[in-house]
């Protein structure tokens, strides 16, 4: 629509100043000869404003959605970062109860259902920027559930989900909320190291020269640090 009335402006300044130019009569005349012409180019005038218009509004509406589902996915990145910390704090009762956590049914079902609702959180993140730091939180509290999973192995005897002794017991730790906490406590990969170049870091020097043990452990392995060295003498000009 701008651009429409920017025309209507232009078009009424050339107007006057052929006005002041010519005679009125031979401007009359002009307009007159031309009429077919100046209602076509009219025409193309508006319609061009309309098409115009069209993409303009087409842009800002598209700009509004992505501004809003930036902030949908904001929200929900800063939803889920707190709820995992919130269901490991309520696992092991702020940090209290960690060799075992309490073996209460509703606390490994509360535990679930709270992963259960961070994964349908994430599930809603759509940049890309909020995907990567979620999935660095989440990483790290993956590893605190693995690691207090791990330790606790030889605590998680059949006496723990079964203190009845009972398996009708409907005070049992229920089988769904086990599967669902060591299932988010897996690996599920991609393995970011996958891509690393070990020995290619090993010859640029990334260990220190006093780090004698790190060098021994790798001379173990055949080959390996003949290979850091080969690298280095032909990547880096060092012997």
Do not use: C
Not at 94 to 110: A, H, I, M, Q, V
Not at 140 to 148: A, C, N, S, T
Request: glycine share 4%; hydrophobic share 40%.
């Amino acid at each position: 629509m701008l651009y429409f009335i920017l025309g209507v402006l232009v078009s009424l300044l050339v107007i006057t100043i052929l006005s002041v130019i010519f005679p009125s009569t031979v401007l009359f005349e002009w307009v007159k000869l031309n009429i077919s012409n100046i209602q076509a180019a009219g025409s193309l005038a508006i319609a061009s404003s309309a098409v115009v218009a069209f993409f303009l509004y087409r842009a800002t509406i598209k700009r509004h959605k992505k501004e809003d589902a930036d902030k949908s996915s904001e929200y929900f990145l800063k939803e889920g970062k707190e709820l995992l910390e919130k269901t490991y704090q309520l696992f092991t009762d702020d940090g209290e109860n960690k060799s075992p956590p309490r073996n209460d049914r509703l606390l490994w079902l509360t535990t679930a259902r709270m992963i259960i609702r961070y994964q349908n959180l994430k599930s809603k993140i759509t940049a890309n920027a909020h995907l990567e730091i979620i999935e660095e939180h989440e990483e790290y509290w993956r590893f605190h559930f693995y690691k207090l999973l791990d330790e606790n192995s030889a605590n998680f005897s059949i006496r723990y989900f079964q203190p009845s002794g009972d398996r009708y017991n409907g005070f049992n730790v229920a089988r769904n909320s086990i599967a669902i906490i060591f299932d988010f406590a897996k690996w599920n990969g991609p393995d970011p190291l996958e891509g690393v170049d070990d020995k290619r870091l090993f010859a640029k020097k990334v260990v220190s020269i006093d780090q004698h043990g790190i060098e021994h452990y790798l001379e173990q392995y055949e080959g390996y640090w003949a290979d850091v060295m080969e690298i280095r003498r032909n990547e880096y000009n060092d012997i």
